[in-house]
C-alpha cells in the first residue's frame, strides 16, 4: 500500500480505483484493501472509512480501537472535511448545494444528505454525442457533508451532471466516449484530500494524494 501518513496511531494510505475497501459477500474477490494492510503492517490498522470501489483516493485507519471510535465519531459529527475531485458530464454552476435526501444503502428510509461543490473549469471537446455534435464536461471540486451510500454520485446525478465512468447513476453514452477516445473506463471520482483534528494532540491533521496517471490525463485537458 501506498503510505500518506503514518504516525503510529493512524494511518492514511492510497486506495487504488477497482480496489474494494472490505472484503463483500457478492464479490468473489479474493482481494481487498484490509487484505493489503493486513500483509503489509503489523499490528495491522484498521480502516475508519470505506471508498467505493471504482472511487480513488484517501482511506484513514486507526491502529487501535480507541483510535478508531474517536475518527469514527470524528466522522458522524462531521469533523472531517473531505473533498474530492470528479469529471461530470456538462457545464456545472461555479457552485452549488445537493440537499436531496438520501436512503441508507438504497434501502429503509429516507436521510438528510448534503454535498457542495466548486467548478474549477469547463471543456468542449469535438466529439459528437447523441443529436450534439460536441461534448461538455466540468471538472469540479466535491465537499459531501454526511457520508450516504453512494451519495456524491447519486448527488451529481440528480441535478443532471453524473459523473464519467459511472455505470450505475451515470450516462453511458459520455461513458463510451471517455473509452473510445480517451481509453478511459474508471470512474472519475477521486478522494483528494482530507482535514482533521488528530484524536490524540487535537492538532488539525492534512492529507492530501494526486489522482492516479489514467485521471490525470485526462485533468489535464481542463488546464
Request: with cysteine; hydrophobic share 30%.
Amino acid at each position: 500500500m501506498e503510505i500518506l501518513y503514518d504516525d503510529g496511531i493512524i494511518l492514511a494510505v492510497y486506495k487504488p480505483e477497482g480496489l474494494l475497501t472490505h472484503q463483500s459477500k457478492i464479490s468473489t474477490d479474493r482481494d481487498s484493501l484490509v487484505d493489503r494492510l493486513r500483509e503489509q503492517f503489523d499490528p495491522t490498522p484498521s480502516p475508519v472509512h470505506r471508498l467505493d470501489r471504482p472511487t480513488s483516493g484517501i482511506i484513514l485507519c486507526a491502529y487501535s480501537r480507541e483510535t478508531a471510535r474517536t475518527l469514527g465519531t470524528y466522522f458522524l459529527e462531521g469533523k472531517v472535511h473531505k473533498k474530492y475531485i470528479a469529471i461530470v458530464r456538462g457545464y456545472t454552476k461555479s457552485s452549488g448545494r445537493i440537499e436531496t435526501p438520501l436512503k441508507k444503502d438504497g434501502e429503509g428510509d429516507l436521510q438528510p444528505a448534503a454535498t457542495t461543490f466548486k467548478t474549477i473549469n469547463s471543456i468542449e471537446i469535438d466529439v459528437p454525442n447523441n443529436k450534439y455534435e460536441t461534448s461538455r464536461y466540468s471538472l469540479i471540486e466535491v465537499f459531501p457533508e454526511t457520508g450516504r451510500f453512494h451519495q456524491i454520485r447519486r448527488h451529481m446525478a440528480s441535478i443532471g451532471h453524473p459523473i464519467v465512468g459511472d455505470t450505475s447513476h451515470g450516462d453511458l453514452r459520455h461513458n463510451r466516449i471517455f473509452k473510445n477516445y480517451f481509453s478511459i473506463e474508471r470512474l472519475l471520482l477521486h478522494s483528494d484530500s482530507l482535514r482533521f483534528p488528530h484524536p490524540d494532540s487535537e492538532k488539525e491533521i492534512f492529507i492530501n494524494s494526486p489522482a492516479d496517471g489514467k485521471m490525470q490525463k485526462i485533468i489535464k485537458q481542463f488546464t
